[in-house]
Each structure stands twice: as structure tokens, then as C-alpha cells.
Nanobody
Framework: QVQLVESGGGLVQAGDSLRLACTAS????????MGWFRQAPGKEREFVAT????????YYTNSVKGRFTISRDNAKNTVYLQMNSLKPEDTAVYYC?????????????????WGQGTQVTVSS
């Protein structure tokens, strides 16, 4: 049984930083693509960032490029999302997800396991 547990969310002001973490269990973490998604109230869940098994390849949605950084520590079974220069429009529940063994993807349908989410609120 795969479990993904996110942490690190909170309430911050615009311009601040947060680092989210997601720890996985129940599977060989280092073999799989990992991703971060977010869902704001009344909106669909959207892709944020993805990283391949080794960390050598990453991809971001345009709105977070240059501000967010995804990384992973396979020895700790953990993927991170460093979020800098936060904006009110970044407010959402952030979910980590485990994908497949192939290349990185922004396709939500190719992620098989999801965490419970962590709330990020950015005040103006």
C-alpha cells in the first residue's frame, strides 16, 4: 500500500517562502516520477511541477517557473517543493503524487497515488 504524506503548508504573506515535503512509503520511491499539483477553491486540480526518478529532469507550469523548485532525496523517500516569492494566487491545497517509471509528465491521469494535501495560504 503506497502512502504519501505531505507537510510544510501554512499561512504566509506575499513574498515569503515555504518548503513542502512529501514522504512516500510502500513502494520503491526512487523508481518513480513524482509531481506536485494544487487545487484552489472552485477550481480544478492543476499541475505545478514534476521530477524524474534521479532528479536530473524537472518541468514546471509557467506560472511558477523561476519561483518554485522541485527536488527529491531518494535516500529519504521524500520529494520537496521549495516555493519562493509566493503570491496570493498560489493559495491552494497542494498535493504530491507518484507517477510511473517513465519520463516526467504534467498529465494528472498518469499519476497513480496521491497524498492527502497540505494547505498553503498566501495573504496580500
Amino acid at each position: 500500500q503506497v502512502q504519501l504524506v505531505e507537510s510544510g503548508g501554512g499561512l504566509v504573506q506575499a513574498g515569503d517562502s515555504l518548503r513542502l515535503a512529501c514522504t512516500a512509503s510502500g513502494r520503491t520511491f526512487s523508481s518513480y516520477v513524482m509531481g506536485w499539483f494544487r487545487q484552489a477553491p472552485g477550481k480544478e486540480r492543476e499541475f505545478v511541477a514534476t521530477i524524474n526518478w534521479s532528479g536530473s529532469s524537472t518541468y514546471y507550469t509557467n506560472s511558477v517557473k523561476g519561483r518554485f523548485t522541485i527536488s527529491r532525496d531518494n535516500a529519504k523517500n521524500t520529494v520537496y517543493l521549495q516555493m519562493n516569492s509566493l503570491k496570493p494566487e498560489d493559495t491552494a491545497v497542494y498535493y504530491c503524487a507518484m507517477g510511473q517509471t517513465g519520463g516526467i509528465t504534467a498529465n494528472r491521469g498518469l499519476y497513480n497515488y496521491w497524498g492527502q494535501g497540505t494547505q498553503v495560504t498566501v495573504s496580500s
